[in-house]
C-alpha cells in the first residue's frame, strides 16, 4: 500500500497544489508586484519603485488605523481568551445542563461578520438612544462597540478549544496533585494552566490574527466613523484601494506591509507560547 501511495502521491495532489497556486501563490506573488506599481488595472501597471510605499506614510491614516489596530486586538486577546477559558473550566466542572451551555456559547461563532456587525449596530444604537448619541458620535463607543462584538462571537470558538485542552489533562496529574494536598488555584495555576498550553497557543493565534484581520464586523458597525477614527487596517486598505482613484498601488502596498505584521506578530506569538507548552 505504501508503494501504491507514493506512485500516485503526485496524481492526488496535483488538484489541489494547482487550486493552490491559482487561488492564493499567483495572486500573492503578483500583490506583492503591483505594490511597486502605479495601475488602475492589472495590464496598465507602470513600475514605480517605492513611490507607494512613501505616499501611504505621507498622510496620517494609515498610522492611525494600525494603532487603532493594536489596541482593539490587544483588548480582544486578552477579554476573548480569559473569559473563554473561565467558561471553559466552569463547564467542566460537572455542572447540569452543560452541553446546551456549550452550544449556546458557541452558536454567535455561525453568524456572518456582515450580519453580526448590523445586529450589534441596532442593539447598541437602541441603547445609546437614551443617552441622545450614536455608535458613530465617539470613537470610544465605536472601540468598545467592535470589542463586545468581537467577544461575543469568539468566546464560544475559544472555549470549545480550551474545553478539550482541558477535557486532555491525564486524570493521573489531577489525582497525585490531590494526594500532595494541593488546593484548587494551587491546581489551576500549576497544573491546568500549564497543561493547556498547546490549546493557548493554538487560541491565541486564531483571536490574535482574527482581530488584525477584523473587516466585515468594522465595516457593518461603525465604517470607520466618526471620520475615520474606528477605521481598522482592513477597512483602511479597502477604502484606499477601492475608494481613492490613483492609490490602487498605495493599497496593495498596504496590504503588503499589512501582512508582513500579522505574519511576525503571529510566528513570534508561536514562538513564545509554544516555549511554555509541556508534555501531558
Sequence with gaps: MQKTYKKYFAIFALPTLIAFIIAFLAPFVIGIVLSFCNFTTIVDAQFTGLDNYIKIFQTDEFINAFIFTVKFTIVSVVTINVLAFALAYALTRGIKGTNLFR??????????????????????????????????????????????????????????????????????VMEAAKIDGAGKWQT???????????????????????????????????????????????LNIYSTFYGRVGWEGAGQAKAVIFFLVVAAIALTQLYLTRRKEVEN
Design 103 to 172: 452550544t449556546v456559547f458557541f452558536m454567535p461563532n455561525l453568524i456572518g461578520g456582515i450580519v453580526l456587525g448590523y445586529i450589534w449596530q441596532i442593539l447598541i444604537n437602541g441603547v445609546l438612544a437614551k443617552f441622545g448619541v450614536t455608535i458613530t458620535a465617539d470613537a470610544t463607543y465605536g472601540f468598545w462597540g467592535l470589542v463586545i462584538l468581537m467577544n461575543w462571537q469568539m468566546i464560544g470558538y475559544m472555549m470549545i478549544i480550551y474545553i478539550a485542552g482541558i477535557q486532555n489533562i491525564s486524570n493521573d
Design 188 to 234: 489551576l495555576w500549576k497544573i491546568t494552566i500549564p497543561m493547556v498550553m498547546p490549546s493557548i497557543t493554538i487560541c491565541l493565534f486564531l483571536t490574535l490574527t482574527n482581530s488584525f484581520k477584523l473587516f466585515d464586523q468594522n465595516l457593518a458597525l461603525t465604517a470607520g466613523a466618526p471620520g475615520k477614527a474606528t477605521e481598522m487596517l482592513g
